[in-house]
């Protein structure tokens, strides 16, 4: 999408925060990413105010950080990790994955994932900011667009507070730029050897025995005093002492707290930015096109060389005799639903018919053939009789084949287009059962339908909890091909099906793969 040179103003109204807290140019050369500090992160929590800036600038900087957030989607469900849970040795991995991902991929904002690179340090984070703002402009109308947005900027939060040493880390804490400062207070030695014996226990539980590394530990470690309710994953884990209504935190775990608060304030100024959109919209039409952009590029992609799906990587020639077989060997969960309500009840509703039949044409059944399967179920093995299903059902087949309308040949749906899609109704079957299905229904199919034993179960319940579909979807994958730690994330159900059947065909590549 081209712009031309029209410049604009983003003036404060438009902004996403309700702090009254302005961000004028000028102070941004005092926030350098090369300062002794190190305190080169922004928190987000000053909105840019008349700063202008041209539409074709608007663009490229939020495509840039939306190819950021996309690429560590993609590499957490590639690694089925997350960086709250990934071991030391995995975020290591993550690290040099999205490095190599980005690469030659980032202009403006190319010093978030490479802190090493410099530039004019001002106008680096004057950008950064700015791109922040623009996503949280774009993802803010629905519920699932803003969760999105949040899961992952707290992802990337998280990556760039990890790369600082620990003593960046206590600078940034300090830094006066941010209103952080106020929600913590840094335990003197006094309260230190006061509580020294409770401090000691939570480092034990930490997995810590040894007395003397105990001892060292404890000496060297700073800790902060925080309200609870700041660090509940902490207090869920037990890894903290609590005492009077306060945590207290060590310097090793001050990122729990750090991001709790980032999302508390991220979370209500993008509640409150939803609200408002109906008046953004009006501000100016070429904005809006952008901010649309912007959405669609979420659920298809941006075009990182992360493995996705490809229309012309079929070879084998499928027939709709096959189809019960493939959908046991090789659909993903959410095809393999529809195809056995396919099967049970000879028919589908208007959304779960759009989702399979595309997903059939992806993996290379022809027209004919889809024709043929479609004809049994509903005719042969149902109760509708011919004439209704070529006045009814005929012409959609063939439109998605390209056949009529615009002889367009539309494309399957990628997993975050069904996920975002209307959730199913009754007697409906379409949809990301990680995402629609209630826990209770999904442990139940999956347990007793599927037959997936309980550790797999309990996985993937935990990852659709968090909220983690694709990273369920690939522990799906992984359990029913008997293959651990798959290099590849899921996020597509026909490169699913690919993958799968390069697998069972033995023609992967894939060398990060280990049987169980």
Excluded at 287 to 302: D, P, Q
């Amino acid at each position: 999408m081209e712009y031309r040179s029209t410049r604009f103003s983003l003036p404060s109204s438009a902004s996403p925060s309700v702090k009254k807290s302005t961000l004028n140019p000028s102070n941004f050369t005092s926030l350098s990413i090369n300062s002794p500090s190190g305190s080169y992160i922004p928190y987000y929590d000053t909105y840019p105010e008349n700063l202008t800036i041209s539409l074709e600038l608007f663009q490229t900087l939020a495509i840039e950080r939306l190819k950021i957030l996309k690429t560590i989607e993609q590499v957490l469900a590639r690694l089925n990790t997350t960086l709250s849970t990934a071991p030391t040795n995995k975020k290591d991995e993550i690290e040099k994955l999205l490095r190599k991902e980005l690469k030659d991929k980032l202009n403006h904002l190319k010093f978030i994932i490479f802190p090493s690179f410099t530039g004019t340090s001002s106008i680096d984070l004057q950008n950064d900011i700015i791109s922040h703002y623009i996503l949280r402009l774009a993802f803010c109308p629905s519920e699932e667009e803003r969760r999105w947005f949040i899961t992952h900027e707290l992802e990337l939060f998280r990556y760039r507070f990890q790369v600082l040493t620990k003593s960046e880390q206590l600078d940034y804490l300090n830094d006066s730029s941010s209103n952080i400062k106020q929600f913590y207070e840094l335990v003197s030695e006094e309260e230190k050897r006061q509580y020294k014996d409770s401090l000691i226990s939570s480092i034990v539980m930490k997995g810590l025995i040894n007395p003397s590394t105990i001892a060292k530990s404890f000496e060297t470690t700073s800790y902060f005093r925080v309200r609870f309710q700041h660090v509940p994953d902490l207090i869920r884990k037990r890894s903290c002492f609590l005492a009077h209504g306060y945590a207290y935190v060590s310097d090793n775990d001050i990122i729990s707290f750090v991001l709790q608060h980032f999302r508390m304030n991220i979370s209500y100024q993008m509640t409150c930015s939803s609200k408002k959109y109906e008046f953004i919209q009006q501000m100016d039409t070429r904005i809006e096109s952008i901010l649309k952009m912007l959405r669609k590029k979420r659920i298809h992609g941006t075009q990182t060389a992360m493995v996705a799906f490809n229309e012309n990587e079929q070879t084998e020639t499928i027939t709709f005799e096959m189809l019960n077989g493939l959908s046991k060997r090789s659909f993903p969960l959410c095809m393999r639903y529809l195809h056995d309500q396919m099967i049970q009840q000879h028919h589908l509703k208007h959304l779960g018919r759009l989702q399979y039949r595309l997903f059939l044409k992806g993996i290379g059944l022809s027209l004919d053939e889809c024709m043929k399967f479609f004809r049994q179920e509903f005719v042969t093995n149902g109760q509708m009789n011919p004439a209704q299903f070529e006045r009814e059902h005929v012409y959609n087949i063939r439109h998605a084949y390209g056949q009529e309308g615009k002889h367009t040949s539309y494309t399957p749906y990628s997993c975050m287009k069904i996920i975002q899609d209307p959730p199913p109704g009754v007697n409906e079957h379409h949809g990301c059962p990680y995402r629609h299905w209630d826990i209770p229904t999904l442990k139940q199919r999956l347990t007793t339908t599927y037959d997936i034993n309980e550790e797999t179960v309990n996985d993937i319940i935990d990852k659709a909890k968090q909220h983690h579909y694709q990273i369920a979807c690939q522990i799906y994958f992984e359990y029913q091909h008997k293959v651990k730690n798959y290099g590849v994330g899921i996020n597509h159900p026909n490169q699913y099906f690919n993958e799968s059947r390069k697998l069972l065909t033995g023609a992967t590549t894939n060398q990060n793969t280990s049987q169980i």
